[in-house]
């Protein structure tokens, strides 16, 4: 499995963009790259996934340079009920084997008004 | 449809105690995940199946834990003999395919008094 590093945490204000990178070197060919959010007592959710270039939904953004080492999650206009630890993940997830997706320890984005 | 529902939400324990915890997935998933969090802590996997192929138990702490899938749908997490440190939230989660989105249940809050 591809080993993924994050920041432990971030803080931001209200109203800013935030962009959490995830850097994961021996990432495979056939690895994609999975963010996920997660609340206090409650278990994560899937925010976006993406192969290379560029994803976006109603959620965020996820930028993928060419080499695949690194992803950013990009967080438009960030509010308070953003504060969450968002996770991200790399693996082929079954595609090739029968190997799962992890979770490491996340990053914690504090958002302060 | 319904999600993913486990049971008990709340267990507690005596220390040396055996627990079964239970995963209900959402329907039609083939996959499914077991996590552990402590308290601050980021997830931690535990198995996971994958419709009919062997288990990925690589990542059971001890041969005190176990878990099974019957029928290809509900699974049962069994802690024997169980210790303070198992105290943790146990989350079951399931995905249509590997790859795919994790779908999580609202866990189950372990404590071993």
Redesign the interface.
Known sequence: LAKTTQPISMDSYEGQEVNITCSHNNIATNDYITWYQQFPSQGPRFIIQGYKTKVTNEVASLFIPADRKSSTLSLPRVSLSDTAVYYCLVGDAGVSGNTPLVFGKGTRLSVIA | GAGVSQSPSNKVTEKGKDVELRCDPISGHT?L?W?RQSLG?????LI?F?GN?AP?KS?LPSDRFSAERTGGSVSTLTIQRTQQEDSAVY?C?SSA???????????TRLTVL
Request: net charge negative; aromatic share 24%.
């Open positions: 996959a995940y996590y802590q980021g997830l931690e996997f996971y994958q192929s990925d990542g989350l989660a395919q590997a790859r795919n989105e994790q779908f999580f249940g609202p866990g």
